[in-house]
């Protein structure tokens, strides 16, 4: 069994950052893919970033490019979200999954792995 545990979260002003971390225990992991998600109050679960675990190819939402970056620890299993220029519309639950089948995807049914979220609030 995989267990996902995501630290980093908080309270941040419009502007500021924050780095949010994933890391894996249990089982040796070795993940497809690792991504973020988020879901604010009201919304739906959206993708934000996903990486590659071997190649370290990484994918974003057009809502967050040029402002988030992911990268992950093969040595330490985690994986990482640097948060850069927050937006009051960032403000969500931010969790990361990981995929096991071989598919870097955008869509969260095809993860594996959940963690249990870190609250990432930005005030304006």
């Known amino acids: 069994q995989v267990q996902l545990v995501e630290s980093g979260g908080g309270l941040v002003q419009a502007g500021g950052s924050l780095r949010l971390s994933c890391a894996a225990s249990?089982?040796?992991?070795?993940?497809?893919?690792m991504a973020w998600f988020r879901q604010a109050p009201g919304k739906e679960r959206e993708f934000v970033a996903y990486?590659?675990?071997?190649?370290?190819?990484?994918y974003y939402a057009d809502s967050v490019k040029g402002r988030f970056t992911i990268s992950g620890d093969n040595t330490k299993s985690t994986v990482y979200l640097q948060m850069n220029s927050l937006k009051p519309e960032d403000t969500a639950v931010y969790s990361c999954?990981?995929?096991?089948?071989?598919?870097?995807?955008?869509?969260?049914?095809?993860?594996?792995?959940w963690g249990q979220g870190t609250q990432v609030t930005v005030s304006s």
């Open positions: 999954a990981a995929e096991t089948s071989g598919l870097m995807t955008t869509k969260a049914s095809f993860y594996d792995y």
């Open positions: 990486i590659s675990w071997s190649g370290g190819n990484t």
């Open positions: 249990g089982r040796t992991f070795s993940p497809y893919a």
